[in-house]
């Protein structure tokens, strides 16, 4: 049980483009999801706190308006990558709690061009 | 704030010996620690985590780790390391954010290599 997905995988974009990544959790319903970002040979560092039917928390230094985050539902957030640029190119892992222990998805690879 | 401290981003060992990655951590509460195991391309699978209660925590494909508060540490050992144990390790720790959600504090990571 506790499993978390992630769509795409992997994803190439144009620079100026958004792309939109999805975090579902498949067996649990989850007020609380997370989204983390990793350079590469770096550490997991938190963007922001999503929760269910309100406005996502952002860390200091995250900018909200290019990172959008939706949890509309129990079962699913998004993030969106808007006005993506090279610089925004990296590893996007999100996490998904319940019964206060956090469930990674396998995170999405995002190269923008 | 928390911190956490992993020391020596890469660790070699032969397969059969055993496998010592260091955590310290820096924690103005008391701390809930945790381990990850991130294989290539993959997302995170915890490995064990403390809380409360025994120091000693017992977690999954053979891996223990101690809580040591005098020293702040929380190291990940196994006696004995298997080929398939070869992946990222992330040590956390978690704390309270500036909004009032709990937070994961990782470290730098430690990448472990097996030696056949």
């Known amino acids: 049980g506790a499993v978390v997905s992630q769509h795409p995988s992997w994803v190439i974009c144009k620079s100026g483009t958004s792309v939109k990544i999805e975090c579902r959790s498949l067996?649990?319903?989850?007020?609380?999801m997370f989204w983390y970002r990793q350079f590469p040979k770096q550490s997991l560092m938190l963007m922001a706190t999503?929760?269910?039917?309100?406005?996502?928390?952002?860390e200091q230094g995250v900018e909200k308006d290019k990172f959008l985050i939706n949890h509309a539902s129990l079962t699913l957030s998004t993030l969106t990558v808007t006005s993506a640029h090279p610089e925004d190119s990296s590893f996007y892992i999100c996490s998904a709690r319940r019964l206060a222990e956090q469930y990674f998805g396998p995170g999405t690879r995002l190269t923008v061009t | 704030a928390q911190s956490v401290t992993q020391l020596g981003s890469h660790v070699s060992v032969s397969e059969g010996a055993l496998v010592l990655l260091r955590c310290n951590y820096s924690?103005?509460?008391?701390?809930?620690l945790f381990w990850y195991v991130q294989y290539p391309n993959q997302g995170l699978q915890l490995l064990l985590k403390?809380?409360?209660?025994?120091?000693l925590v017992k977690g999954i494909n053979g891996f223990e780790a101690e809580f040591k508060k005098s020293e702040t540490s929380f190291h990940l050992t196994k006696p004995s390391a298997h080929m398939s144990d070869a992946a990222e390790y992330f040590c956390a720790v978690s704390s309270i954010s500036n909004f009032g959600n709990e937070k994961l504090t990782f470290g730098t990571g430690t990448r472990l290599t097996i030696i056949p």
């Open positions: 999503s929760n269910e039917g309100s406005k996502a928390t952002y």
């Open positions: 067996d649990f319903q989850a007020t609380t």
């Open positions: 924690s103005s509460v008391p701390p809930y």
């Open positions: 403390y809380t409360t209660g025994a120091t």
